[in-house]
């Protein structure tokens, strides 16, 4: 999507290092997601926020943070403590305001891996 | 919880074949329907959508059909491409929030590979 900024799209981590995959949005969209793909899996969601200055785990949240201090942002921060960070990480937004029809966006995302 | 169920792949075709990929699913209520495509190395990109019952949602020659009675929503192309080549995703939102905020739940994605 035109409207959603991921960067960089390539990023290598060493051992006991965080990193963090910047996310921006110009669609105005409030809600904001992280989903991490696997060879051959689906997507699984890591972190979510639904407005400014709040965020819920997903299903995967250990080795990862999250902030959401402006609207237009939602960076994600891969830990040390993740020890298998090496994945195809996607950024989702979606307008609540459109309802529940409407999809969610998707970044072109970011490829990390170990060093 | 919610899950998804999709046809394993990967699928290989000859170019102007027939293609269905199947997609079943259990959600609380109606859910939102979705079809994603994913090509090679992008993120994921929005490829039709089915919001009620018997909806159909159409798009780029694909079509799928909200079947409430299967709780089903497969995909169909009556003549494939080599630019069709391309990974796809089932994926329903149930019509709740809170906790269930928005979430899309994915399948494990079907890899389609047309030859010409």
């Known amino acids: 999507d035109g409207g959603i900024t991921q960067s960089p799209k390539y990023l290598f981590r060493k051992e006991g290092q965080n990193v963090t995959l910047s996310c921006e949005q110009n669609l105005n969209h409030d809600a904001m997601y992280w989903y991490r793909q696997d060879p051959g899996q689906g997507l699984r969601l890591i972190y979510y926020?639904?407005?400014?200055?709040?965020?819920q785990k997903g299903d995967i949240a250990e080795g990862y943070s999250v902030s959401r201090e402006k609207k237009e942002s939602f960076p994600l921060t891969v830990t040390s403590a993740q020890k298998n960070p090496t994945a195809f990480y996607l950024c989702a937004t979606w307008d609540p305001a459109g309802g529940f029809n409407q999809p969610q966006h998707f970044g072109d995302g970011t490829r990390l891996s170990i060093l | 919880g919610d899950s998804v169920t999709q046809m394993e792949g990967p699928v290989t075709l000859s170019e102007e074949a027939f293609l269905t990929i199947n997609c079943t699913y259990t959600a609380t209520g109606y859910p939102s329907l979705f079809w994603y495509v994913q090509y090679p190395g992008e993120g994921l990109q929005l490829l039709l959508k089915?919001?009620?019952?018997?909806d159909k949602g159409s798009n780029k020659g694909f079509e799928a059909t909200y079947r409430k009675e299967t709780t089903s929503f497969h995909l169909e192309k009556g003549s494939v491409q080599v630019s069709d080549s391309a990974v796809y995703f089932c994926?329903?939102?149930?019509?709740?929030?809170?906790?269930?905020?928005?979430?899309?739940?994915f399948g494990q994605g079907t890899i389609l590979t047309v030859h010409p």
């Open positions: 089915a919001t009620k019952a018997d």
């Open positions: 926020s639904q407005i400014v200055n709040d965020f």
């Open positions: 994926a329903p939102r149930p019509h709740a929030g809170g906790t269930s905020y928005g979430k899309l739940t």
